[in-house]
């Protein structure tokens, strides 16, 4: 894993800087209040955003935790300026949003937050 900062310059770690940099800091620029930005392919998310169907909130919690369902981000590709900021702007009102043919972006307070929404995020779209 690398640290970098909000200008994307690594700042601690061994390892090369995700190639999806941009995603991360344009969502940890647009909304100073979150703690931790993560990306996933998981399975049942990535499978909405392979069909460009937002993920529905069907469950309280959801509703709760997340703010409604989970938009689709239209299509651009990795690691472009254009995916972080059409990512970006769904999160306004929710903490989850889709990529679509791509996968799922989850923010939160901490990555321990973000971490459960993913998980939960995951098992509302296999129970559907
Ligand atoms: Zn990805």
Redesign the pocket.
């Known amino acids: 894993m690398s640290v970098d900062d909000l200008d994307g310059q690594v700042i601690a770690g061994t390892r090369a800087t995700t190639t ?1 940099i941009d995603l991360h800091l344009a969502c940890l620029r647009r909304y100073p209040e979150i703690g931790a930005v993560l ?1 996933t ?1 998981a399975v049942h998310a990535s499978i909405f955003a392979v069909t460009q169907k937002p993920i529905p909130c069907v469950l309280e919690e959801f509703e709760y935790y997340v703010g409604c369902d989970v938009p689709v981000a239209p299509y651009h590709g ?1 690691g472009s300026g254009e995916l972080g900021e059409s990512v970006a702007a769904l999160l306004g009102d929710r903490a989850a949003t889709l990529i679509a043919n ?2 799922l972006v989850v923010v939160g307070r901490s990555p321990e937050e973000a971490l459960r929404l993913i998980n939960l995020v995951e098992r509302a779209a296999r129970g559907h």
Do not use: M, N, Q
């Open positions: 999806e990306h392919h990795t791509h996968g």
